[in-house]
Structures are given as C-alpha cells and as structure tokens.
C-alpha cells in the first residue's frame, strides 16, 4: 500500500509529505551518485540502475495502472542507493515498492513463493534434517532443483540442524530455571530469526550465553519470519502478515521499555526500518517496537557505552576481514561490531571495501541472477584472498554462506568471537579461531 | 611547491593516536580531512549523508583559477589582502600543506594528481563543450589534455549515439578558440547491449583491455598526424592507469580525458579508492544515515547524533571536522521565509544583507561574480576555522568548520573551491590535535 496524504493525516504521527517514500523521488537531482554505487548495475547490462528505475520511472507510475518495468525485477534491494544518495531520496524502498506492484499485476512465481517461505522450510526440514540436508548437498537434486523451480544449484545453502534453538532454550529453562530479575531493567528479549532457528542455533546459544554473561534476564518469545524475504520477492501482503505478527508479539515488551535485540542484522533492518518505510506500517506501536529493537552488536557497544560490558576478555590473537552487510549499513548505527571486537585484546578487524556480497537475501538463491551475485561478492573474496585470511567476519546469515561459497573459507558471526573472548562455549559448535585462555582474562580500557 | 613525497602512513608512534575525531560530510573537504586525521594517528569516523560533491564535478582542484601566472604567490597575495577570505583563515601553510598531503595521499592510493606546469601557472584543460578552464592541478588523465604547451593539431574521439559528448560541437568550439582540433565518432562495441551507458559504464569497459583494443582500432588511423587524442574521461574505472597508458601506447599518440557528466568518473575513481584506504586504516565509513544534531556541553560537542533506523545514535568524538557543505551541500540551510541557518548545531551564518529573499539572486543566472546569496551566506570562523558568533568569539572549542560552507567566498564562482576545501581540511585536522602548535 502507497502512502497517501490522507493516511498521514489520519496516523497517530506527522510525517511531512515530502518524507513519505513514493514522494522523495521529488528529491532527485539526477546526479546518478547512486547508479555510480548500485553493486548490481555494475555487473550487469540487464539493470537500468537505481535512478533509472527508482526516482526517474517513479513518475511514470501511475497507482491504478500495472507496473510498466520489468527490469526492476534485477534490483537486489540491497539499499546501497538510498545510502548514497546525498539528496534523501529512498530509492531501494520506492524500487522496493514498485516490485511489489510488478507481483500484484504478475503474480509470484513458485520460486520466489519458495524462497519467502524460509521460515516454513526451516520448520518442515528439521525433524527431517538427515535426508533434507543430503538433499541439498545431492548434485542431482540441486540440478533438477535448478532445472524445475530455478533455484541456482551453485546457491550457498546452509544444513539443518535437526533441532531448533528454540527447544533447546525450552529445555533450558525447564533443566535451569533461571530466576526472575528484580526488574525490567535487567531484561531483554532475544530475536533469533529464522536460521538460528533452524540451522544455525549455536548462534543463539552463545548470544544467550553473552547476554547471561552480561547480567540480563534473557526472554525468547513467540516469533516469526521478519517478513524480509516475502518483502525483497515483492509479496507485501505476505511480508506484512509475518511483520504485524512479529509487531503484536513484541509491543508488549517494548512498552515496559525491554530491549529486543537480534543476532541476524538483517532481521533487524526489517524491524526497525522496513516495516514503516516499505512496508508501510507505521502505526504507533510498530514505531514502538522500532525504537526498542537493536542489532545485537549496536546492543552490545550501548552497553559499553553506558558501562555495563564486562571486559573480562582473553585475547584472541589474530587478525581478520569483517564484511559489513548492506542490511546492516542500512541501520546506520555505523560498525558496532568492529567497536565492539576492538575490545578484545590482540585481536584486530579491518573492514573489506565492499557494498554488498551479491546475495542480498534470496536474490543470490535465483538460477537466472546467480552469476550477477557472484560477480557483486568477487571484490570481497579478492580482498580476503590478497589478505591471506581464513575466516571472515560477517553479522548476516545469508552473506556468511555466500563469503564461504565466493572464499571457500569460513564466515563467522561476531558473537564466536565475543563469546570465546568470555570463554563461554556451547557443546555442539567448535569455533575456528581460539582465544589464548593460559592467562587470566584482563579488563580493557574503553574505546 | 616542492615535489610531495608518498609518505608512510603509520599511527603507531604519533602523539594523536587516542584521539577521537568525527568528520561530517563526504565530499572533498569531508573526505581529505578524514585521511589528514588517520595519517595523523586519530581514530577516525566519516559520517556523511550519501557522497560529496566531487561525484558530480570534473574532478579537478581549482586552486585560484583567475591567477595569470604563479598560483601560489597570488593566493598568498590575495590572503594577505583578505584575512576573512578562508584562504586568509587557513593560513599560508595550510594551502601549501593541504595541496602537498593530498598529492601524497593520492599518489599513495594509486592515483597521481599533476601540477605539470613547472612554472607553477594554471593549466588550460577543456570541458565537456570545448571552453577551457585555468586549474592548477588536475587528475593524470585531465592533466595531459593541458593546451598550454600543444604543438599540433589535436583529435577529440566520441561515441557514436552517446549523449553525454560531442567530439564535433568541442571540436569546433575549440578552433574558436584558435586550437586546431579534429573531431572524429568510432562505434561502441555491442552498443545494444546497454539499457543506457553512463560514464561508469563505459568506464568498466576501458578496465578490459579486449575493449581498449577494439577503440584503439578504430582511433590509430586518425592519429597519425596529430598530437594527442582526447577522450571523455571514461578510460577506466579500476584500472585507470594501465587503461590511459596502454591505450595511448595502441593509439601511438599520449591521449588524455575531458571531463564528462555526472557521474564523474575522476570523482568516483578517487572517492573509493580513499574510502578502501581508510577502512584499511581503521576508520569507520558511515555513508547514508546523517547526523541530526551535535550534542553539547558547555562550550563543548561531545559527539553527534545520527538518525539510524528505530531511534538515534550517539557516536562521541574529542573533536568534530563540519563539512557537511554549503546551500547545495545541506550545510547551509534557508526557507521561504528568508531564514538562513546551520542545522546541526544551530552555529551562526552569515547572510545576505538583502532586504528580501527575493534580492538573494540577480535576474542573469550566469552572472559573473555570483548571487549575493552565494556569495554572502557562510560560517564565518577564525584562524583555527571555529565558528565565530556575532561577537567574534568562537561558540564551541572543539568543532571546526570546512570547505564550501565558509563565509568570505563565492565557491560557485571564485574558482578555488577545491583549494579551499584542501587547505582547510589539513588546517582543521592540524588545529584539532595540535600539530601547529
């Protein structure tokens, strides 16, 4: 749904018409600083660029004709336009929008309807995970995967688990209750996302354990899919449905001023911007829970900031790539986790020089825009290469699988390295770098 | 100016190191003191509300464009004369340290910035229609298109069917002006293959030498008899330099780049090859969500907000560089009531002393010295570049501010806006840690 100036005027806040997405397009100098950026227009003839089919067709649209442009459909949403732009045009999300308009005249397709569905796949494969998992590592199958629904056999697909971090926290409680904290201030709520969930749950176990390390009272309540990949697919209604569920079950902590804080980034970008800005759901208590909900690194580094992180690190002595997703340039809360990292002693981060890994959430997946991705991630695999390192430091999901697939090394998410900093550790995950534990953790200054 | 010299940039043994310094804006002024800073030993953050302007300008450093012989000593001059001018603010050192660290700093990143002129003089360099410029320095490629020194005839290469450049219309333009240039339009190579070419496009297809090789084809008939061969700047995005010499080595001819549309290549060229350098040197690049206000104590910022998505973010600095620009640049703002003020820490501007707003811009856009609007309005700041208030006294210790958003010039108009930005990038990064002291 478009704004318009009667739904501003009706919401239970102000935004000037000049701030409403479809209208920042009035915004537009044509200075093409953000077709200069656009990843993707870099790598391909077959996308016109984020000015072209952003703020330049969005004249053309007219809200009662079907969308007249189907090279919009190579736009990755990664966003790195709207970052760009000097001039406040929200380029990704007017592109984003126009995307759902080109679905609601076309339909999805089953692929694209496969990959919005993540969070149903990551439930349905579970209990199933030994055959699933040999599924997806099946040549054969990848190739009739690719061949029938056009999901890409050289995509970077993560396994199951077999089980789901979330049973694993309900035995927790159920074997350690923990007990209850004097007050909210020493609550939070964990978001884990769809891939803690199901195939990547040792991410969330350390992120518990961190917070628990920290002091916090950690509540993991009911949750859904952040609706970001219905979203990048362009089903609005779809996304919408998984984003009022995630608005409904959170408000209620973010009205006792409990932060929510998540491990996937992207799941969080979604939260606290796309919801108002894309999706158009900007009643009071999405903006609520916006303003409650933190990347868990941009957590972490307030807490520093506020003196409440324990700096009782070993050392980890290496040195190592980060890569700074899109999503999370999207927060605009800068580098939390190299602020953060730069804690612990002897370690040392040094960010790669790139906007985006090329797989922005299920694009990368799609058999038709797989060699695109690819050639959007080479910067970051060369620079990781040039460098000599190993292991790639990365607070997205997504991205991880694809630097693993562009690198053939590994991607970590910050929290390996928070937690084995801590010496906390979890029983099913190995992490690959060690932090030197001989010595006695000591406290480090602030940043 | 003596030759500038790729200095080793290590933060290991400098007094600065600790020091904590927040660069708002990322055009050229923004962009420099955030390297100056790093090269200096501080932890450095450029935050900035999408890229700078250099994105959209040739590309060149117009030092003082009217000066008619040495450009240095007539800068000097004119800042002696004219204290509140910001070259008169920055100080002498500044505009010779700011030009020397910038070469350097280029250089170090693998793009050479020219003087060329050993009598320290402007170049002529051509635009896009075929008028010529006076810049003292300029990008490799733009330096060698100088016309000072042209001893024959010259051949300027178009595409055929590109909008953005005319070879025949500069051609002519430029034998107006008594240079004897030819004109000549070769064909792209699969030229259908693009929705729309862009600079930028073209210029990754220059990267490739397959494609420098299907141009030079097409080109080295037409350049036996001349002496050189200019192209829009296009010859190459990542690989520019090996572009411009491999080409002109297939050509048989130097060739040399005008400036073309936005995007400009030479800005884009720079812009990520200095942002790769600082995040390899420990800065934080924060391009997209901008600053909403600085936050003060006493007579002191303690550090910034920015509007990231869901609420704001504090990030605290010891030090705070403002080059967030002037009325184009979002440094400045006005409304329709005549208002003129800075909007991120509310600092005072100077403005047009005009009865209306309507009297802030004369009937001829072209006009020569500029709209008084332009002209007038700014931060006045003292030698240190603090914000001045009514009284003259700086409002806080510890921002300075730079570039085009300075009271004193016109940086639409005087032809030093480039100068400006460098000299007072290097002032600012020296006046906050305490290197002129």
Redesign the interface.
């Known amino acids: 749904m478009m704004h318009t100036a009667s739904d501003t005027v009706m919401s239970d806040h102000t935004l000037s018409l000049i701030e409403l997405t479809a209208f920042t397009a009035d915004h537009c100098v044509k200075c093409n600083i953000c077709t200069s950026a656009c990843p993707f227009a870099k790598v391909t003839p077959l996308f016109p660029g984020p000015k072209v089919v952003g703020p330049q067709w969005q004249r053309l649209r007219d809200p009662d004709a079907p969308s007249p442009d189907h090279s919009l459909d190579y736009c990755s949403s990664c966003g790195i336009c709207t970052l760009v732009c000097p001039h406040g045009v929200k380029v990704m999300e007017i592109n984003t929008q126009a995307k759902a308009k080109l679905v609601e005249t076309h339909g999805l397709s089953l692929r694209n309807w496969f990959l919005a569905r993540n969070e149903l796949w990551g439930r349905l494969g579970t209990p199933l995970a030994p055959l699933a998992n040999f599924a997806l590592r099946n040549r054969l199958v990848r190739w009739a995967a690719e061949k029938v629904i056009g999901v890409s056999r050289r995509a970077p697909m993560p396994g199951w688990a077999g089980y789901t971090f979330r049973g694993w926290w309900q035995r927790q409680l159920r074997d350690h209750p923990r007990p209850e904290p004097v007050s909210d201030a020493d609550r939070v709520v964990y978001f884990h996302g769809c891939s803690t969930n199901t195939y990547e749950p040792h991410i969330g176990k350390l992120a518990v354990a961190i917070l628990e390390h920290i002091g916090l009272h950690v509540e993991v309540p009911p949750q859904t899919c952040c609706g970001l990949p219905a979203q990048s697919n362009g089903d609005f209604p779809g996304a919408r449905r998984y984003a009022q569920t995630n608005i409904e079950r959170l408000a209620d902590y973010a009205r006792r001023g409990i932060p929510i804080v998540g491990t996937a980034a992207s799941c969080m970008t979604a939260i606290k911007g796309d919801y108002q800005h894309v999706l158009g759901l900007d009643g009071a208590e999405a903006r609520l829970v916006a303003a409650h909900t933190y990347d868990f690194m941009e957590f972490v580094w307030k807490l520093h900031q506020e003196g409440r992180l324990p700096t009782d690190f070993h050392p980890i002595h290496q040195e190592l790539p980060y890569h700074a997703p899109c999503q999370l340039k999207a927060h605009g809360f800068g580098r939390p986790a190299l602020d953060v990292l730069s804690l612990i002693p002897g370690l040392k981060l040094w960010e790669i020089d790139a906007d985006c890994c090329g797989i922005a959430g299920t694009y990368g997946f799609k058999v038709e825009k797989r060699e695109i991705s690819e050639a959007v991630g080479w910067p970051i695999a060369q620079q990781v290469q040039e460098a000599g390192a190993e292991v790639v430091v990365c607070d997205t999901e997504t991205c991880r699988w694809q630097i693993q697939a562009l690198t053939g090394g590994t991607a970590i998410h910050p929290v390996v390295l928070l937690a084995e900093a801590y010496g906390l550790s979890v029983d099913d995950y190995r992490p690959p770098v060690r932090a030197d534990k001989r010595r006695a953790p000591a406290p480090t200054g602030v940043w | 100016m003596p030759a500038a010299k790729p200095e080793r940039h290590s933060a290991a043994s400098h007094p600065a190191t600790g020091t904590d310094i927040i660069v708002i804006g990322a055009g050229l002024a923004g962009l420099m003191a955030a390297v100056f800073a790093v090269e200096a030993g501080a932890r450095v953050?450029l935050?900035?509300?999408?890229?700078?302007?250099q994105?959209?300008t040739p590309g060149w450093i117009s030092v003082c464009d009217r000066a008619e012989d040495d450009v240095i000593a007539e800068v000097r001059g004119y800042a002696a004369l004219h204290p509140e001018h910001p070259y008169g603010r920055a100080g002498d050192d500044a505009m010779v340290g700011g030009l020397e660290r910038f070469r350097a700093a280029t250089e170090a990143v693998g793009l050479s910035y020219e003087l060329r002129r050993k009598d320290g003089h402007n170049m002529r360099l051509m635009t896009l229609l075929g008028g010529i410029q006076r810049v003292m320095l300029a990008p490799r490629g733009l330096a060698a298109g100088d016309l000072t020194d042209v001893r024959g005839p010259i051949l300027l290469v178009g595409f055929a069917g590109w909008r953005d450049f005319f070879a025949d219309l500069a051609a002519a333009n430029l034998r107006r002006q008594g240079v004897d240039a030819r004109a000549l339009a070769i064909q792209l190579p699969d030229p259908d293959?693009?929705?729309?070419l862009?600079p930028?496009?073209l210029a990754?297809q220059f990267d490739s030498a397959l494609f420098r090789e299907t141009v030079a084809r097409q080109v080295a008939p037409h350049a036996r008899d001349v002496e050189r061969v200019g192209f829009p700047a296009v010859l190459g995005m990542d690989d520019h330099p090996r572009a411009l010499d491999d080409l002109g080595g297939l050509i048989g001819r130097p060739v040399f780049e005008i400036p073309t549309l936005?995007?400009s290549v030479p800005g884009?060229r720079l812009s990520?090859r200095l942002?790769?350098w600082l995040?390899?040197h420990?800065a934080?690049v924060?391009?997209?969500?901008?600053v909403v206000r600085g936050v003060v104590e006493g007579r002191r910022c303690v550090g910034v907000e920015?509007?990231?998505?869901?609420?704001s973010?504090?990030?605290?600095a010891d030090h705070v560089i403002l080059a967030t620009g002037g009325l184009y640049?979002?440094g400045i703002e006005t409304d329709e009531s005549g208002r003129v003020w800075e909007p991120l820490f509310g600092l005072p501007v100077m403005a047009p002393e005009t009865e209306s707003r309507a009297e802030w811009y004369y009937d001829d856009l072209l006009v020569e010295r500029g709209h008084p609007i332009h002209r007038q309005a700014g931060l006045r700041v003292n030698t240190r570049l603090q914000p001045l208030d009514a009284a003259g006294e700086p409002v806080l210790d510890n921002v300075y501010a730079i570039g085009q958003m300075l009271a004193g010039f016109n940086p639409l108009t005087d032809g030093c806006a480039e100068g400006i930005a460098l000299a007072t990038a290097y002032k600012a990064v020296q006046t906050a840690l305490e290197l002129d002291e």
């Open positions: 953050r935050i900035a509300q999408g890229w700078g302007q994105l959209v293959r693009y929705w729309d862009w930028g496009d990754r936005p995007e884009v990520n942002r790769r995040l390899r420990g934080r924060q391009i997209g969500h901008p920015v509007q990231s998505l869901g609420h973010t504090l990030f605290r640049g979002g």
